[in-house]
């Protein structure tokens, strides 16, 4: 089953990029996506994420990044977690992993799957979008950076968290 989180968009190679829930079907491919061996300090494995999207359903959403049929990356977002875990003082959305594939990285696809998910929050009635990444010079600081994330001082896990305006 293809869902799209967005109206499909143009992708590099003329055809379209769409978000497909994992499924039987699709699930080899979401754990065959692997980034560059220097940036898997930063991201957890596809396995890893969907272990905790299993345990943590209710707020997980993973989704496999297909371009015309081509499995490129995989996404995980959150929706209304208890940000602090006390009780509901913080409850945030946002962008849990991304992994775009070693040979694929460059070509827009995490641009894509960033608005990807800013929009299914905007359509959850969300107004911010969060997400933490490691330090380092292979860190994706700078992705986020461009596209417009701010770092919000706090750190999560010893990950710095930054969030996106959404208005």
């Not at 499924?23 to 692997?34: C, K, W, Y």
């Not at 560059?36 to 496999?64: G, I, M, T």
């Amino acid at each position: 089953m293809t869902t799209s989180a967005t109206p499909a968009a143009p992708s590099p190679s003329g055809a379209s990029l769409t978000l497909e829930e994992i499924t039987r079907a699709n699930v080899e491919a979401a754990l065959a996506i692997q980034v560059r061996p220097e940036q898997e300090f930063a991201v957890s494995p596809v396995a890893k994420s969907l272990a905790e999207a299993y345990v943590y359903q209710d707020v997980a959403w993973p989704r496999l990044i297909v371009d015309a049929g081509r499995p490129v990356g995989f996404l995980m977002a959150f929706f209304d977690i208890d940000w602090k875990q006390d009780g509901g003082s913080v409850i945030r959305s946002g962008l849990w992993r991304l992994n775009i594939a070693a040979a694929e990285q460059g070509r827009g696809y995490g641009r894509f799957a960033v608005e990807s998910v800013a929009d299914e929050i905007r359509r959850r009635g969300g107004r911010r979008l969060y997400v933490t990444w490691h330090p380092g010079p292979h860190g994706p600081e700078r992705f986020y950076q461009t596209l417009g994330f701010k770092d919000t001082g706090e750190k999560s896990e010893g990950e710095t968290v930054g969030v996106l305006e959404l208005d």
